[in-house]
């Protein structure tokens, strides 16, 4: 399962999320898929929302092994 931290990050940066989607090519409705993790992003998309962030991919995305 991959997990994130995309609501964290777009808070701490002030921004809604159809800011954090404009800004990486994407609907609203997908970023709000990704924070609730109901939708699990490309590794395309991963990399454009941590690159959004400033931040390292494994800061924002990471993956546990379902048990």
């Known amino acids: 399962m991959l997990s994130n931290r995309v609501a ?3 808070a701490i940066k ?3 999320q ?7 090519g ?5 970023i709000m898929h990704i924070e609730k993790n109901k939708y ?3 590794l395309a998309l991963a990399f454009k929302i941590a690159l959004a962030f400033e931040e390292d ?3 924002i995305f990471a993956y546990q092994e379902e048990e």
């Open 8 to 10: 964290v990050y777009r």
């Open 14 to 16: 002030g921004w809604s």
């Open 18 to 24: 159809q800011n954090l989607a404009d800004r990486v």
């Open 26 to 30: 994407v609907s609203r409705q997908t």
């Open 40 to 42: 699990t992003p490309s």
């Open 57 to 59: 991919i494994n800061t």
